[in-house]
C-alpha cells in the first residue's frame, strides 16, 4: 500500500466529527485526536516550522526550500481535519474493494446497505481501479481526510528526496471547516504563504476557483399547545406554521432540483412541537445579487407570516457564512493555468466548475490569501454511500508534487 493510503485509513479511523450547535472551539474535542497525530507525524518525518495551536485545533508546518529555490513563492496546501456531522464518522470500518468490477457494491449485507450504480451512475467511471468504500453505517472521512493524506505524503516524499527541487511549502490543517468555522482563527501571518491550494475537492481532475455564497439561518417557531379537544380559536400550531414557511420559498429554488449555478434554500434540519419548533436553512447563490434576493425572501416569509400569526411568532436568525471567491481569484489565474498544465502533463484532463458548496479557500481568499481548490479523489461525501478511488488518491499526491515543483521557480507565480 502507498504511503498516501496507508496514512488515510489510519485518519479516518479516528473520529472527528463537528457539532455544529457547539459554541467550544473547536466544536468537538475529539478534533484535537487527529491534530496530535499529524503534529507527530510532521516532526518525525523532519519538517520544521511546526506549530500546534492548542487553543484553536490548528496544524501548521514547512517544507523548507531547496537550495537555490529560497526566492521562489511560498505555495501553502490546506485540508480540514473534522468530517461532517450529517452522519456519524465514529468507529469508521473503511474497506478497499480491489479491481472494482463495474456493479453493485454491498455495503453491508446485514442492514441492507448496497451502493447501487442506478443512484450512483458514475460508479461506473471507476472499473478496474480499488476503492475505498465505508461499511454502511458511518461516513467514510475522504472528505478532508483524503486532502490530509495526500498532503502529508507529499510533504514526506520532499523531505526524504531532496533532489527534487521546491520552494518553501506551508502545510495548513483546520478545525470545524464543515460547521463554516474552518478560518475563524487561522493565523494568516504565521501560515506566511503567498497562496495556496486547498485539498478538499472531489473527483480527480476537478479544480474549483468559484463557489456559492452562503447564509445559514435558524427559524423559529413559537405557537401556542392547547388541548385539541378544545383548541378552537386558540391553538397556534408551530408545526403547520413552519410548513407553511417553507410553501412561501420557491418550489424547484431546492438542492433536489438545482445543478451547477442555480442557487436554492434547503432545510437541513427541523425539531420541535406545536408549542415550538426549530428549523436550520442554508441559503445558498453564486450569483451576489440573487443571494441578496434569496435572503430578503426567506426575511419576508416570515415578516408575512407574523403579520397573519402575531408580531413574535416567527423569528429568523441569519448569518452569512463566506462569499464567491472568483472575483480574488480573476486576479491570480496562474493558480488555475499552473494546475491545469500539471494536470495535463499527467494525463489528467482538468475539470473546472463552480463548488455547490464552501472551502476554507473561499474565507481564505477574501483574507488576503488566494486559494482555490484541488481534487482528493473522493466522491458522495457526507454519507454512507462515501468512496475514495486509490488509484486517484495517488495520481493527486503525485499532482501536489508536481504543483509545487513547478513553483519552485520565483517566475510560477507570473504564469
Known amino acids: 500500500m502507498s504511503e498516501t493510503i496507508d496514512r488515510f485509513l489510519k485518519y479516518v479511523r479516528i473520529d472527528t466529527c463537528s457539532d455544529e450547535d457547539s459554541q467550544t472551539v473547536p466544536s468537538t474535542g475529539k478534533q484535537h485526536d487527529l491534530a496530535e497525530v499529524l503534529a507527530e507525524e510532521l516532526e518525525a518525518m523532519g519538517a520544521s516550522e511546526i506549530t500546534y495551536d492548542r487553543e484553536h485545533c490548528y496544524v501548521y508546518a514547512s517544507v523548507p526550500a531547496s537550495e537555490g529555490c529560497e526566492k521562489a513563492p511560498t505555495l501553502g496546501f490546506i485540508a480540514h481535519m473534522d468530517t461532517s456531522p450529517a452522519v456519524s464518522g465514529a468507529n469508521v ?177 427541523i425539531q420541535g412541537t406545536v408549542e415550538e419548533v426549530r428549523a436550520d436553512y442554508i441559503i445558498r447563490d453564486h450569483d451576489r445579487t440573487l443571494f441578496e434576493e434569496k435572503k430578503h425572501l426567506f426575511l419576508d416569509a416570515a415578516a408575512f407570516l407574523n403579520r ?20 480574488i481569484m480573476e486576479r491570480h489565474m496562474h493558480l488555475i493555468h499552473n494546475a491545469c498544465d500539471v494536470m495535463r502533463e499527467m494525463g489528467v484532463a482538468p475539470h473546472i466548475s463552480p463548488i455547490r458548496g464552501g472551502t476554507d479557500g473561499a474565507r481564505l481568499s477574501y483574507q488576503g490569501l488566494p486559494c482555490p481548490n484541488l481534487c482528493v479523489g473522493g466522491e458522495n461525501g457526507h454519507g454512507k454511500y462515501e468512496f475514495a478511488c486509490v488509484q486517484d488518491m495517488e495520481k493527486i499526491t503525485e499532482l501536489l508534487i508536481r504543483l509545487a515543483e513547478k513553483y519552485g521557480t520565483a517566475e510560477a507565480g507570473e504564469h
Open 308 to 327: 397573519k400569526y402575531g408580531e413574535g411568532t416567527v423569528t429568523v436568525e441569519m448569518r452569512d457564512s463566506y462569499y464567491n471567491m472568483r472575483e
Open 93 to 269: 470500518k473503511p474497506r478497499i474493494v480491489k479491481e472494482y468490477d463495474g456493479r453493485d457494491i454491498v455495503l453491508n449485507e446485514e442492514k441492507g446497505v448496497v451502493l447501487r450504480l442506478a443512484d450512483f451512475p458514475r460508479l461506473s467511471e471507476y472499473a478496474g481501479k480499488d476503492l475505498i468504500v465505508t461499511d454502511g453505517t458511518t461516513l467514510l472521512g475522504a472528505d478532508d481526510k483524503a486532502g490530509l493524506a495526500e498532503i502529508m505524503a507529499m510533504a514526506e516524499y520532499f523531505l526524504t528526496h531532496p533532489e527534487h527541487k521546491h520552494g518553501r511549502i506551508r502545510l495548513g490543517f483546520t478545525s470545524d471547516e464543515e460547521v463554516g468555522r474552518g478560518t475563524d482563527h487561522f493565523d494568516l501571518g504565521l501560515f506566511g504563504a503567498d497562496f495556496a491550494y486547498t485539498v478538499d475537492g472531489g473527483p480527480l481532475g476537478s479544480l474549483e476557483y468559484e463557489n456559492f455564497n452562503a447564509a445559514g439561518a435558524r427559524l423559529r417557531v413559537q405557537g401556542r399547545s392547547v388541548h385539541p379537544g378544545s383548541a378552537k380559536g386558540t391553538m397556534k400550531n408551530a408545526i403547520l406554521i413552519a410548513q407553511e414557511f417553507q410553501s412561501l420559498l420557491p418550489v424547484f429554488q431546492n438542492p433536489m432540483y438545482t445543478e451547477g449555478y442555480e442557487g436554492f434554500f434547503h432545510c437541513d434540519s
